[in-house]
Structure formats: C-alpha cells, structure tokens
C-alpha cells in the first residue's frame, strides 16, 4: 500500500525527472530530439510523447472517465516547446492530485479498460505507481539515445531527486519532498 507521504513524493520526483529529460534534450544540438533512432517511438520526441499520451490515459483511469486514445504511439506535439508545455501542465495535475487524496480515496479500486479492450481494477494510488514507472522506463530509453548523439544525460534517479530536493530543504529529501512548494 502507497501512502499519502510517499504518493506526494512520488508525483513530485515524476516531475523533477521530466523537467531534469527536457532540459537535456532542449540543449542538445538542432535537430536531434526530432531525429530518427532506432527505437520503438522513433525518436526522443516520439518516445516523450509516448510517456505524455500514457500520462493522459491513466489519468481518465483515476478521475474514473474514457480516455479516447486508440494508440499509445500518438505524436501530440510535434515540437518539443509544445511537449513540455504539455507535460509540465500534467506533471503540475499530479502533484495537485496527490496533495489533494485521502488514504481513502488513494487506495480505492477503479474500474479501468486499456487500449486493447482488457478491462481491469486498480488502486489509484497503484495507478500513481505505474505512472512514475513508466515514465521513467521510457525516460531511459532517452537516455540511451544520448549515446548517439553523443550527449551526456544527466542523472535522473529517485536518489537524486532525494539529494536535490534535501539540499533545497535541508533536511531528508524524502520528507521535504512530501511537502507543498
């Protein structure tokens, strides 16, 4: 079971990630964020959209509604400016999501149905989880494209975001990051 401190942290390090992904890539030479890799999403910008069209489909899952995607694959926003706008106005909802649960209403079961038809129950705050991890699987898969540009990313690890954030605070970064602000 996630708890209330642990799910405010987590939405918190899941935007810290994306922010720590977007700065990479927007500093990368022209042209490369849009270039064509071999991978599944064929490109930085198609594997970032990936994660925001994922992102927007389990968030209809916890606000119990239809999500209306057909695929995952979907580029949104061809544009990386446009990306991040997106991403950051989700990641800014999942913090104000977490902030706002009870232990009640994190850990009540919600009726979900994916892309391919499967229909399921989950936790919201089981559905939290699968946020963050998926996020950062794909963050990964950024990442390792850097290889080829080349270009170093930075590190985005949940212990990073925790020495980060305990600098910021001056204190465990895992009880400062349960906090608003």
């Keep these: 079971m ?24 927007a500093a990368l030479p022209p042209g490369e964020a849009e270039k064509k890799r071999a991978s599944l999403f064929k490109s930085m910008i198609g594997t970032l959209n990936h994660n925001l069209v994922v992102d927007l489909i389990w968030r209809a899952h916890i606000e119990g509604r239809p999500h209306g995607f057909t695929a995952r694959n979907v580029i949104m926003h061809a544009v990386l400016p446009e990306l991040r706008a997106a991403q950051e106005a989700f990641d800014a909802w999942l913090i104000d999501w977490a902030d ?13 149905r994916f892309i391919s038809g499967k229909k399921g129950r989950v936790s919201r705050a089981d559905m939290l989880l699968h946020i963050v ?41 895992l009880s400062a990051a349960a906090r608003s602000g």
Excluded: K
């Design 133 to 173: 991890n998926h996020t950062t699987y794909h963050r990964g898969w950024v990442a390792e494209m850097f290889f080829e540009v080349p270009a170093r990313c930075p590190a985005a690890d949940l212990p990073d975001f925790l020495i980060d954030v305990s600098q910021d605070w001056g204190d465990s970064g």
């Design 2 to 25: 996630t708890d209330l401190r642990t799910a405010r942290m987590l939405a918190r390090y899941n935007a810290w990630a994306d922010r720590e992904i977007f700065d990479a890539v």
């Design 100 to 112: 706002a649960q009870s232990e009640a209403s994190l850990n009540e079961i919600v009726e979900v």
